[in-house]
């Protein structure tokens, strides 16, 4: 592919719910631009940018993808992202790449809940947008009714320059409104749109369609208010020309229409991206840190070349991809950058444009065009390489934490070995995945942003590197604790001929406030225990606390002051006084009113306001306790403290309970006394889960 120039460059994300049809639209486009010699579908799995093994299985969308083209004199990197909510954060990530976002919408289903949620990053990050009304020749499919809920989600600054002919099974082109110009297609054909007269029965629409356009792009410049006024319409180039500035500032965000899989209004999409939206070098500025400061910076055409990395991916034969948008300067072929966190010098072998999963090689890339390459050492995402010290540093997504975590072991030894290299590169391609060991449960778990998510992670580590894994309902990390007091001692005596062992204590255990673990006092006056047996006596009690005393779970949250004893000569010793402090640990346990405390979980849930009722008499069932509510828009986000055990299916049953429109996210808060009609069960299952060990040994 030939170098393009700042200005003939177009980054444009597409973005949208779940099965919208953003995949589809993405081949259409490249099918239309002679990038592809036959349509590549989704359906048919062979499209260009759903090309993970997992994707095609699946037939959707899992991570971004890029594909670039040229289309006449512009070079389009267009990034089909995930619509799905538990694929969200790499959707958001790609979004730091592109300079404007087309938002696909079905025109059956109208806006949903997962498009609101990208719109959200899109406003964050000050894009332009626009709307392409996608699949309108489906059954039940209508464009008035798809742009009557754009209106209602996202208000009224969006205005239709483009309208369907025809609708359903008859939908068969569309009508320019800017230019007042009809194109009619041929189903499946070659994308090409033959310019024709509106057609008598819409001219009506199409005329009201255009005055309304025209009063907005008027509204928002003196010049053309004055000019709207005096002749009472605009001529086409100054609608273009006011267009350009009104959606660059985001007082106006167009709506389009067609169908991906029949290959209807893909063209004219990529003429009106072309002409209206923004190159690179108009992009609003993005958050960086120079020099120790935060400041904006904007792309810029001069001065030395920095890129900034916004994704990595994992190839099995050309080993770890990084995806990087160039920042300022021009980079060439084979160019050595550093890398700003960690000062190690980069070198930029076999540059390239994405096209899929191929790669393009390029001699050179402008400011504002995205580039991949591949095995740089020390680059991960979010990272930013330039060839000059105390360059701007451009800040990536912080992510919030995963909301559901499966305990995963591998399933022979031979798969153990190689389990950590593995989930490492997966780990380096997918930012919101975490693996790590629970202290508590001595469990190695792997948290996700949904069970659908974890299950894709097993099986691409299955598919791509040949290890096999098992996943389980991670154990609940009980606790005991002490809601009493109790003095008592601890006494270990013991004869066997020639020296014996002799050690004798006496405790004072109480409850410390919750979170506190656990205190040693040493009260001992007059040297009733030497000083050199004391430690021992306080290893002896951690020792039997980590065994527990209800079920096996360890004591926590208690205190124990050591005041008295006794101790002998010639036959005490350090390994009797701590068997001293493990008998005056139980025995202290039987009278202090031991009680089991479970881990409860600070839950946010952020779901469409119909469903919020239902949702919060589930968290009532679950034990919960409902802590806040704000209401957004059409959103509502409820929060509540629920305990673990209660919320390991709660992603199934939210899904079920509200069509897949909620999202949660739930994290460690504090632990709590578990009710007794629970506690006795726990304890039950504890103790016949001890019997079974011993019976099996």
Known sequence: ????????????????????????????????????????????????????????????????????????????????????????????????????????????????????????????????????????????????????????????????????????????????????????????????????????????????????????????????MEEFFATGTLPCEHIISGLQEAVREGRIFPILCGCGTQNIGADALLNFLAEVFPAPLDRSPMPAIQNGTETAKKIETNGNASVFVFKTSADPFAGRLSYFKVMSGAVKDDAHLTNARSNTNERLAHIATPFGKTMQPVPELRPGDIGVVAKLKDTLTGDTLCDKPNCAVFKGVELPEPSIAYAISAKTRNDEDRLSSALQKVLEEDRSLRFYRDPMTKEFLLAGNGQQHVEIVVSRLKRRYGVEVQLHAPKIPYRETIRGQASVQGRHKKQTGGHGQFGDCWIRMEPLPRGEKFEFVNDIFGGSIPRQYIPAVEKGILEAAEHGFLAGYPVTDFKVVLYDGSYHDVDSSEMAFKLAGRKAFRAAMQQARPALLEPIMQVEVETPAEFAGDLMSDFNGRRGRISGMDLKGTMQTIRAQVPMSEMLNYQNDLISKTQGRASFHMEFDHYDFVPQPQAEKIIAAAKAAQVGVEEEE
């Open 1 to 224: 592919m030939r170098v393009f120039d700042s200005s003939d460059i177009r980054n444009v994300a597409l973005i949208g719910h779940g099965h919208s049809g953003k995949t589809a639209l993405t081949s259409a486009m490249l099918f239309s631009a002679a990038a592809t010699d036959r349509y590549l579908g989704v359906d048919e799995g062979n499209s260009v940018t759903d090309f993970d093994e997992e994707e095609i299985a699946r037939k959707l969308s899992i991570s971004s993808a890029i594909a670039a083209f040229p289309w006449q004199k512009t070079k389009f990197n267009v990034i089909d992202t995930p619509g799905y909510n538990i694929f969200l954060n790499d959707t958001r990530g790609a979004l730091l790449a592109a300079d404007s976002v087309v938002t696909v919408i079905d025109g059956v289903a109208g806006v949903e809940v997962s498009t609101e949620k990208v719109w959200q990053f899109s406003d964050e990050y000050k894009l332009p947008r626009a709307f392409f009304i996608n699949k309108l020749d489906r059954e039940r499919s209508n464009f008035d009714s798809a742009v009557a809920s754009i209106h209602e989600a996202f208000g009224r600054s969006a205005v239709p320059v483009q309208l369907p002919l025809g609708s359903e099974k008859n939908f068969s082109g569309i009508i320019d409104v800017i230019r007042m110009r009809a194109y009619c297609y041929k189903p499946g054909g070659n994308g090409k749109g033959n310019e024709t007269d509106i057609p008598t029965p819409y001219e009506e629409a199409a005329t009201k369609a255009h005055e309304t356009l025209v009063e907005m792009v008027a509204e928002g410049k003196d010049e053309l």
